[in-house]
């Protein structure tokens, strides 16, 4: 059974830090359960955070095989203005993780997880970001959280209203992920745009996304297909807030096939102000260790 628990945002005092914890899994009862995490909103209050954040254990080495070339860029996607801005992110200072706040309602098992920046290979452009994630109990999650406009930027911000979360990935275990999830989250003028998208490999093999109102996912009936490993995949993200407060999920690309989805979803309350972006690796149900590679990840808004 999908558990679809939302994660809760809060605020420490004094200091421009908001976490938003949330849903994981209960205890598995087969093989084949499925317990995807809530969409996180973890952000720092400023974009030159320190280094990121890694944990003490060592990833796996580099597979040996060679990554094949990646798909080609899909057709039609929403084209950016010249005023637009793209930030590359995977190399960027700042990343920072948490594994517990991506359980059910903050709470979740701990797990040994790492980022690795400036990979050779495989990567596209010389230099990938690993995510590497471990452990033993069952159904643990990670979340990696990176802040692209902090706190004091709303006034950039408040301009905004087209995102296109655009990346390629890479893992070294197709069976091992549960779920793979991006999200873009922005955070103003006391409401809350989550932009949740998920591909639930283990469980309905389809792409969801993030209903912030009733706090669950939602299957856009869109297959993601099962999940190659030594393989570069393509996904690009296209959303807008609209002037009325909603969050527009318009479109969907995996590896050159773009999918318009044209589905609005209410906005919710908050007290921050900003934008952040997620990427979010699942544990299955034996907690199977895998890494994936993700490389030429950018944010485009405007």
Same mark, same amino acid.
């Given at each position: +059974?999908?558990?679809?628990?939302?994660?809760?945002?809060?605020?420490?005092?004094?200091?421009? !830090? &908001?976490?938003?914890?949330?849903?994981?899994?209960?205890?598995?009862?087969?093989?084949?359960?499925?317990?995807?995490?809530?969409? *996180?909103?973890?952000?720092?209050?400023?974009?030159? @955070?320190? @280094?990121?954040?890694? /944990?003490?254990?060592?990833?796996?080495?580099?597979?040996?095989?060679?990554?094949?070339?990646?798909?080609?860029?899909?057709?039609?996607? &929403?084209?950016?203005?010249?005023? @637009?801005?793209?930030?590359? &992110?995977?190399?960027?200072?700042?990343?920072?993780?948490?594994?517990?706040?991506?359980?059910?309602?903050?709470?979740?098992?701990?797990?040994?997880?790492?980022?690795?920046?400036?990979?050779?290979?495989?990567? =596209?452009?010389?230099? /990938?970001?690993?995510?590497?994630?471990?452990?033993?109990?069952?159904?643990?999650?990670?979340?990696?959280?990176?802040?692209?406009?902090?706190?004091?930027?709303?006034?950039?911000?408040?301009?905004?209203?087209? !995102?296109?979360?655009?990346?390629?990935?890479?893992?070294?275990?197709?069976?091992? *992920?549960?779920?793979?999830?991006?999200?873009?989250?922005? !955070?103003?003028?006391?409401?809350?745009?989550?932009?949740?998208?998920?591909? %639930?490999?283990?469980?309905?093999?389809?792409?969801?996304? $993030?209903?912030?109102?009733?706090?669950?996912?939602?299957?856009?009936?869109?297959?993601?297909?099962?999940?190659? /490993?030594?393989?570069?995949?393509?996904?690009? =993200?296209?959303?807008?807030?609209?002037?009325?407060?909603?969050?527009?999920?318009?479109? +969907?690309?995996?590896?050159?096939?773009?999918?318009?989805?044209?589905?609005?979803?209410? %906005?919710?309350?908050?007290?921050?102000?900003?934008?952040?972006?997620?990427?979010? +690796?699942?544990?299955?149900?034996?907690?199977?260790?895998?890494?994936? $590679?993700?490389?030429? +990840?950018? &944010?485009?808004?405007?």
């Amino acid at each position: +059974m999908r558990i679809t628990l939302y994660k809760l945002a809060i605020i420490l005092a004094g200091v421009s !830090f &908001l976490i938003s914890c949330g849903g994981g899994l209960s205890a598995p009862e087969t093989a084949t359960s499925n317990a995807t995490a809530a969409p *996180a909103a973890n952000v720092t209050g400023t974009a030159s @955070a320190s @280094a990121p954040a890694t /944990s003490t254990s060592t990833p796996p080495t580099t597979p040996s095989p060679a990554p094949i070339p990646a798909p080609s860029a899909p057709p039609n996607v &929403l084209t950016p203005p010249a005023t @637009a801005t793209t930030v590359t &992110l995977d190399q960027l200072s700042g990343w920072q993780s948490c594994d517990a706040c991506a359980g059910v309602n903050g709470a979740g098992p701990t797990a040994t997880h790492s980022m690795t920046q400036g990979v050779v290979a495989p990567s =596209l452009d010389g230099a /990938s970001a690993q995510f590497w994630l471990g452990g033993s109990t069952p159904y643990s999650d990670v979340l990696w959280h990176k802040t692209v406009l902090d706190s004091t930027q709303a006034a950039v911000s408040r301009n905004v209203h087209f !995102f296109i979360y655009d990346l390629y990935f890479y893992t070294d275990n197709g069976a091992a *992920a549960q779920s793979i999830e991006w999200d873009v989250n922005q !955070f103003l003028d006391g409401r809350s745009y989550i932009f949740g998208s998920q591909c %639930s490999y283990r469980s309905k093999d389809t792409w969801d996304i $993030w209903d912030n109102a009733n706090k669950k996912w939602v299957s856009t009936g869109v297959s993601c297909g099962a999940l190659q /490993s030594n393989t570069w995949n393509h996904v690009t =993200l296209e959303f807008e807030r609209t002037t009325d407060n909603q969050l527009h999920y318009i479109a +969907m690309s995996l590896n050159g096939t773009r999918h318009y989805l044209n589905m609005y979803y209410p %906005s919710t309350a908050t007290t921050w102000n900003g934008v952040t972006v997620n990427y979010q +690796m699942d544990g299955d149900f034996k907690q199977t260790n895998y890494s994936t $590679w993700v490389d030429k +990840m950018t &944010l485009t808004y405007w």
